[in-house]
């Protein structure tokens, strides 16, 4: 690393889950670079602000073209050189980054799927018709839908922990839906189990083959200016070659979709051996069933299996509870 680069300032959101992710990148990139010191700087983004409307309607209700509510003050004060490094759950980013902007590396990347957390055992095929899950992700919502049409859904919003609370606190809920990798980052999941603020609620971890996570989710995603070379050579020391393979592919399948990180899209990706296996279910406006693809094909040439992917979907039949 260049002399020069002594000092990087660190930039997240103040969740605790983006606090631990920013613990995460620190460790990382310390070992890697003995030498630096580091900073870390909160910024509150919008995502976190606008807390009383739906996930979704987020960058409508202030205006915003873009969708990225949860990066786009962080992108900000990158762009302002407020700080050197902006690190955010990839599967907020998204898939077209704005000019002068880059993904320089991803850390290694989490368990990817979904978590239900209900009062009593059973999980998903144990929850009687009619029962009520919560979850701000528009991608979740038609999953269950899919898989679960008796069942109601509404929208949650909150950090991780304020979500369990609320679902504790209602007598209406049933159910709350969360990404598996944010509740242990935050050493709430155990076996079976999520313990949050001395209460203690039944988990079960959905099978990612049959619900599919987000693009990009359960990993840690370093961004920093686009001519900043410097920084970007420092933070791809970090980088997880696997993780990358994986989320690039990911995310351009959604890109080749005009898909964004609110769209109901379900992605999920596989490296066995020297081959890369991609998946997904893509929900489209008026259909309860959703477009299923499939492929598979050599890690070499995993930067165009997501046009493959693209032109594997198909109208799928619902697979049932």
Known sequence: MSEELQNIV?????SALALAQAGLTESALQAAHPELELERKVIMTTGDRRVDVPLA????AE??????VFIKELEVALANGEIDVAVHSLKDVPSELEKGFTIAAVLPRGPIADVLITREGGGLRGLPDGATVATSSVRRQRMLRWLRPALRVVDIRGNVPTRIRKFHESSELDGV?????GLLRLGLLGEGTVQSEGRTATAEVLDPERFLPAAGQGAVALEVRAGDERMRRSCEAVDHAETSLCVTAERRFLELLGADCETPVGVL??????DLILRAVVF?????????????????????LPERLLESLERGAGPGA
Not at 57 to 60: G, I, L, M, T
Not at 177 to 181: D, I, N, S, T
């Open 57 to 60: 309607e987020v960058a409508r």
């Open 284 to 304: 489209e406006e008026g259909e309860v069933e959703p477009m299923i693809g499939k492929v598979a094909g050599a890690r070499a040439d995993a930067d165009r």
């Open 177 to 181: 839906l969360l990404a598996e990798a």
């Open 269 to 274: 990706s596989r490296v066995t051996g020297r």
């Open 10 to 14: 660190i930039g997240t959101r103040g």
């Open 63 to 68: 205006g915003h073209l873009d969708k990225g």
